[in-house]
Structure formats: structure tokens, C-alpha cells
């Protein structure tokens, strides 16, 4: 069964580096979208992507966040100059109508 | 803006019993769709059932089903036959159905410990 992949599973960065999470998501979705669940607290939507370019996003979206599909496969959030409270895990997720399928998450820690 | 409650922070269970897990939520909606999703120790979110709003009947998935008033604007999930791995942090979310946001808002989560 086709699933929404993510690397990597877990990143370690130190303050003020830039990441970049990598989702692949199921091959005949066409929206994409970011989540962020902090330890301990509820899922909390970052972003939304359908037809290249972003349809919706949070306050948590600031500028230094972005969003890029490169390629047929790939979707990625970067961000650029990381703080110790983007320290969450990071849900990618996709759908082609109803549900949302979720990746496994990647684990930031920002030291 | 919509906003998911899930009043029960912790509920636990005895193996092969029952138990229902509490959500309400608050939209102008009329067409909407609601969901469980399960988080287990590894942090997969993994959907368990879902419901549209404009259908009167209660999905059901194998031993979960659920309690939709959409009068009271409340979504209860009930496990039957509760099983070990059932053991996990339960979100309910609330989508949009038509146009406008696609985006999924969650509650707070209830996390269900089940005994053997």
C-alpha cells in the first residue's frame, strides 16, 4: 500500500542553522501539507501546497519557513535560521480528496 | 475559527472491554468532515475512521465506531473488544469539506492506556 515517506527521521541542528525535512508523498495526491505536534501538545497545522504553490498557512508560518516541491516526487520544508522552539516533530501528510495520509515524522532538536 | 475539544486528557480500559473517547467541536459549517486518528509510541499518526457530516449514519471500522450528533456538534469514538495495542494518544480533527481550508484542526489528544 502506497504511504507517505519522510527523512530524515530524526535531525539535530544547533540554533540559527537551516534544515530542510524531506516528505515524499503518495504518488497520485495533489495537496500537501506541514504539520508540527511540539512534545506533549496537540497537532498544529504549519501549511498547505496544491498546484506548486502554497493555498494556506499558520501564523506559525513566518519567513523563516518555506515550502518547495522540486521535482515530481519530493516536498520539503525548510527552515532557515532554526530557534529552540521549532524543537517539534513534523508531520508531512498528503491527500487526493478526503483523507489526509501522514508520513512518520521527523524528529527536529534545535540545541 | 473551529475549534476541536477533546475534554479527556487520560482514560484507560481492561482488555476486550469497551471504551468511548469524548469530542466536541465548534464550526458554522454545515458540510465537514471529522476524523480519529491514532498516535502510538513511535509518533505515526495513523487515521482510524472517518465521518462526513452530511451523512447521518455512524461510520464504523471493525471494532471502532463512532457516535456523531451533529446537532450537539459532538463526535465520541468507541473501541469495542479493547486489545493491548490499542494503547495510544487518540486526536480527533475537524476538515472543511467544501473549498476554503483543507487544512485538518486537531484536539488535544486522550490518551488511552489499555490493562491487561
Known amino acids: 500500500e502506497p504511504e507517505v515517506t519522510q527523512t530524515p527521521s530524526h535531525q539535530v541542528t544547533q540554533m540559527g542553522q537551516e534544515v530542510i525535512l524531506r516528505c515524499v508523498p503518495i504518488s497520485n495526491h495533489l495537496y500537501f501539507y506541514w504539520y508540527r505536534q511540539i512534545l506533549g501538545q496537540k497537532v498544529e497545522f504549519l501549511v498547505s501546497f496544491y498546484n506548486n504553490e502554497i493555498s494556506e498557512k499558520s501564523e506559525i508560518f513566518d519567513d523563516q519557513f518555506s515550502v518547495e516541491r522540486p521535482d515530481g516526487s519530493n516536498f520539503t520544508l525548510k527552515i532557515r535560521s532554526t530557534k529552540l522552539e521549532d524543537s517539534a516533530m513534523y508531520f508531512c501528510?498528503?491527500?487526493?480528496?478526503?483523507?489526509?495520509?501522514f508520513g512518520p515524522g521527523t524528529r527536529l532538536t534545535v540545541l | 475559527a473551529q475549534t476541536v475539544t477533546q475534554s479527556q486528557p487520560e482514560m484507560s480500559v481492561q482488555e476486550a472491554e469497551t471504551v468511548t473517547l469524548s469530542c466536541t467541536y465548534d464550526?458554522?459549517?454545515?458540510?465537514?468532515?471529522l476524523f480519529w486518528y491514532k498516535q502510538p509510541p513511535s509518533r505515526q499518526m495513523i487515521l482510524v475512521i472517518r465521518?462526513?457530516?452530511?451523512?447521518?449514519q455512524n461510520a464504523t471500522e471493525n471494532r471502532f465506531s463512532v457516535n456523531f450528533q451533529k446537532a450537539a456538534k459532538s463526535f465520541s469514538l468507541k473501541i469495542s473488544d479493547s486489545q493491548l495495542g490499542d494503547a495510544a494518544m487518540y486526536f480527533c480533527?475537524?476538515?472543511?469539506?467544501?473549498?476554503?481550508?483543507?487544512?485538518?484542526?486537531f484536539g488535544k489528544g486522550t490518551k488511552l492506556t489499555v490493562n491487561p
Open positions: 465521518q462526513e457530516a452530511y451523512k447521518q
Open positions: 464550526t458554522s459549517e454545515s458540510d465537514y468532515y
Open positions: 501528510a498528503s491527500t487526493r480528496r478526503k483523507e489526509q495520509f
Open positions: 480533527a475537524y476538515r472543511e469539506a467544501q473549498g476554503g481550508s483543507e487544512k485538518l484542526v
